[in-house]
């Protein structure tokens, strides 16, 4: 078996506005540009702050040095605004223990993934991650969860999901036959999925946690080999 974890907030919290809002409101950019700039931000192999300036300074004209600084600030903070959840160091660790492999699927631009090798470096070396932005194709895209799991080297029915959104993270995984655990720690904003998953008129993952600190591998265990629950 193989864990696949989401980044943002599964292991790695941060800003409660996401770097694409901050873009439009300190660059005065139109409100229509947020998915033009999520992509960009997400699924775009940026490396440096100079090359995001560049594409924003040429598609909406604006003045080089009002772009470069706001980007820089930007860019520099989002690593050290990062911080490891509850329970996902210990999550992580307990996987390690068990000697069972983990990677990381996750929507994600430069600057995070900076925080995350910050906060969990040796995860960030030893481990697998397919970032978003380094492979050019952004969740719920199943693409990313195919290329995950063609070069682990794992199937679908061997593969556990674990994620903070339904949309991105549960619902693709579900579809390709991967096992899931929702992590709802961030309730209010799941709130149509979990409706829509009581009602059930779209499918439900087969476990959830409140946080993290309720990972017990034996959960793990189970939902790949029911028959030992």
Request: aromatic share 12%; charged share 15%.
């Amino acid at each position: 078996m193989i864990v696949f974890f989401d980044i943002g907030f599964t292991l790695l919290g941060g800003p409660s506005q996401g770097p694409a809002a901050r873009l439009l409101s300190q660059l005065g950019l139109p409100t229509n540009a947020k998915t033009w700039l999520n992509h960009l931000l997400f699924a775009t192999p940026l490396h440096h702050p100079e090359e995001l300036a560049d594409h924003v300074r040429r598609s909406y004209g604006l003045p080089v040095s009002q772009t470069i600084s706001f980007i820089e600030e930007l860019w520099d903070n989002q690593a050290g605004e990062s911080f490891a959840l509850p329970g996902a160091r210990e999550a992580l660790e307990q996987l390690q223990q068990a000697q069972i492999p983990f990677a990381f699927i996750s929507n994600i631009w430069a600057p995070f993934l900076r925080g995350f090798m910050h906060n969990f470096p040796l995860d960030f070396e030893e481990y697998p991650i397919f970032a978003s932005f380094q492979q050019g194709c952004l969740k719920p895209d199943p693409e990313l969860y195919r290329i995950a799991l063609q070069r682990t080297g794992y199937s679908a029915a061997q593969a556990v999901m674990i994620g903070d959104t339904y949309e991105t993270d549960i619902a693709p995984a579900l579809n390709l036959g991967m096992k899931t655990v929702w992590l709802l720690h961030r309730p209010d904003k799941e709130r149509a999925d979990l409706v829509r998953v009581m009602n059930r008129t779209q499918p439900a993952p087969q476990w959830a946690w409140a946080t993290l600190e309720q990972f017990t591998l034996d959960d793990l265990l189970t939902l790949l080999h029911p028959s030992i629950g």
